[in-house]
C-alpha cells in the first residue's frame, strides 16, 4: 500500500515538473522500489536544474538593476536567499543575504560582459554548500573558479559567417550565389584558410578550411578534418562556416571594473572590508584567462542550435 501511494505521489509531482518544463509525462504508477527510485532520482535531477535557472535568473536580475528602494532589496535577497543550499543553516544564509544585498545596491552594471562575469561570482555563493559558504578559504576559491570559467571575453564579429547546403560538387564544397541573399554572399567570398566548419549531418561532422575561391557565381571550399585530411564533403547538408578569432581586448576600465566587482563580492562573502592583495591579484589573473578556441568553437554552435529549437519551438 505504501509503495502505491508513493508512486501516485511521484506521478503528481512528474506532472507538475512536465507542465513547467513543457514534456510529456509518464502517467503509470512505478510498480517496484527500483523504479520508483529512478524515477525519484531524475525528479531531484530536473528540480535542481530548474532552481539552478531560477536563481540565476533573480541574481542577473540584481546584476543588472539600478540600486534598488530598501523594501525591494529586502525581497529580492528573500528570494534568492530561499533558492540557495545555505537556506537552512542561519550562519550560511546569513553571508548569502550579504553578497545578494551588497550586489542589490550597488549600481547597474552597464556592460553585458561584465555583469555576466559578476553574475557567476554572485551565483558562485548561492549555489555553494553551506560548509563552503562559512569558510573563507573555500568560498574565495569557488568565487575565483566561477570567474576563472567565465573570463572576460574579447570582442568579435559575427560568430557564424555562413550557413549554406552543399551542392554537388566533386571533392569540394560549392555553395550558388543563387541561392543566398548578398550579405551571405558577402560572407562567403570571405571563407578561406583559417576558418573552422561544421555539418552535424555530414560524413564528417567538422574540420578547417583549406582554402576558397569563387568561379562564376559559385564558391568553391576545400575541407579537411580536425587533423587537416582533405575530406570529400556531403552533397545536400548544411555546412556552417566560422570565421577565425580576429577578436580585441576589452579596455582597462571596463577589465578593472569586473575586478573591483568581484573583489567587492569577495569581501562581502568572506565579512572584511579590505581583501589582501594576492586574492586581488587572483582575481585579475582569472579574469585575464584566455578563451578556449575549442569551447568558443563548440559555444559557436551551441548558439546555433539553441536559436534553431527556438525557433521550433515558436519562441
Same mark, same amino acid.
Given at each position: 500500500?505504501?509503495?502505491?501511494?508513493?508512486?501516485?505521489?511521484?506521478?503528481?509531482?512528474?506532472?507538475?515538473? @512536465?507542465?513547467? $518544463?513543457?514534456?510529456?509525462?509518464?502517467?503509470?504508477? @512505478?510498480?517496484?522500489?527500483?523504479?520508483?527510485?529512478?524515477?525519484?532520482?531524475?525528479?531531484?535531477? #530536473?528540480?535542481?536544474?530548474?532552481?539552478?535557472?531560477?536563481?540565476? #535568473?533573480?541574481?542577473?536580475?540584481?546584476?543588472?538593476?539600478? !540600486?534598488?528602494?530598501?523594501?525591494?532589496?529586502?525581497? @529580492?535577497?528573500?528570494?534568492?536567499?530561499?533558492?540557495?543550499? %545555505?537556506a537552512e543553516v542561519p550562519a550560511a544564509a546569513d553571508i548569502v543575504a550579504d553578497v545578494v544585498q551588497t550586489q542589490a545596491e550597488a549600481p547597474a552594471v552597464e556592460h553585458s560582459e561584465v555583469a555576466d562575469i559578476v553574475s557567476a561570482a554572485v551565483q558562485a555563493v548561492v549555489a555553494a554548500?553551506?560548509?563552503?559558504?562559512?569558510?573563507?578559504?573555500?568560498?574565495?576559491?569557488?568565487?575565483?573558479?566561477?570567474?576563472?570559467?567565465?573570463?572576460?571575453?574579447?570582442?568579435?564579429?559575427? %560568430?557564424?559567417?555562413?550557413?549554406?547546403?552543399?551542392?554537388?560538387?566533386?571533392?569540394?564544397?560549392?555553395?550558388? #550565389?543563387?541561392?543566398?541573399?548578398? $550579405? #551571405?554572399?558577402?560572407?562567403?567570398?570571405?571563407?578561406?584558410?583559417?576558418?573552422?566548419?561544421?555539418?552535424?549531418?555530414?560524413?564528417?561532422?567538422?574540420?578547417?578550411?583549406?582554402?576558397?575561391?569563387?568561379?562564376?557565381?559559385?564558391?568553391?571550399?576545400?575541407?579537411?578534418?580536425?587533423?587537416?585530411?582533405?575530406?570529400?564533403?556531403?552533397?545536400?547538408?548544411?555546412?556552417?562556416?566560422?570565421?577565425?578569432?580576429?577578436?580585441?581586448?576589452?579596455?582597462?576600465?571596463?577589465?578593472?571594473?569586473?575586478?573591483?566587482?568581484?573583489?567587492?563580492?569577495?569581501?562581502?562573502? $568572506?565579512?572584511?572590508?579590505?581583501?589582501?592583495?594576492?586574492?586581488?591579484?587572483?582575481?585579475?589573473?582569472?579574469? @585575464?584567462?584566455? !578563451?578556449?578556441?575549442?569551447?568558443?568553437?563548440?559555444?559557436?554552435?551551441?548558439?546555433?542550435?539553441?536559436?534553431?529549437?527556438?525557433?521550433?519551438?515558436?519562441?
Open positions: 500500500m505504501r509503495l502505491e501511494d508513493l508512486a501516485a505521489r511521484l506521478v503528481a509531482v512528474e506532472a507538475k515538473l @512536465a507542465n513547467l $518544463t513543457g514534456t510529456t509525462v509518464n502517467t503509470d504508477n @512505478a510498480t517496484s522500489i527500483e523504479e520508483l527510485d529512478a524515477r525519484l532520482m531524475l525528479v531531484e535531477i #530536473q528540480i535542481e536544474q530548474l532552481i539552478a535557472v531560477k536563481t540565476q #535568473q533573480h541574481v542577473d536580475a540584481i546584476v543588472a538593476a539600478a !540600486a534598488q528602494a530598501v523594501e525591494s532589496i529586502q525581497d @529580492a535577497v528573500a528570494e534568492v536567499v530561499a533558492l540557495s543550499p %545555505s554548500e553551506p560548509e563552503v559558504v562559512i569558510d573563507t578559504v573555500a568560498i574565495t576559491e569557488a568565487i575565483i573558479a566561477a570567474v576563472t570559467d567565465a573570463p572576460l571575453p574579447t570582442k568579435a564579429g559575427n %560568430s557564424i559567417a555562413n550557413q549554406n547546403i552543399c551542392a554537388p560538387g566533386n571533392e569540394r564544397v560549392w555553395l550558388y #550565389q543563387g541561392n543566398m541573399s548578398s $550579405t #551571405q554572399w558577402e560572407d562567403t567570398l570571405l571563407i578561406k584558410s583559417g576558418y573552422t566548419w561544421f555539418a552535424p549531418e555530414a560524413d564528417v561532422t567538422s574540420g578547417v578550411v583549406i582554402d576558397g575561391d569563387s568561379h562564376d557565381g559559385i564558391y568553391h571550399i576545400t575541407v579537411a578534418d580536425a587533423g587537416g585530411n582533405v575530406v570529400i564533403p556531403t552533397s545536400g547538408k548544411v555546412y556552417t562556416f566560422v570565421p577565425p578569432a580576429s577578436a580585441t581586448e576589452p579596455a582597462p576600465e571596463v577589465v578593472q571594473q569586473v575586478v573591483d566587482a568581484v573583489v567587492e563580492i569577495i569581501a562581502a562573502a $568572506t565579512g572584511v572590508d579590505t581583501v589582501a592583495p594576492e586574492i586581488v591579484q587572483q582575481v585579475a589573473d582569472a579574469i @585575464a584567462t584566455p !578563451a578556449d578556441p575549442a569551447l568558443d568553437a563548440i559555444e559557436a554552435r551551441l548558439n546555433v542550435a539553441e536559436a534553431k529549437v527556438d525557433t521550433l519551438l515558436g519562441k
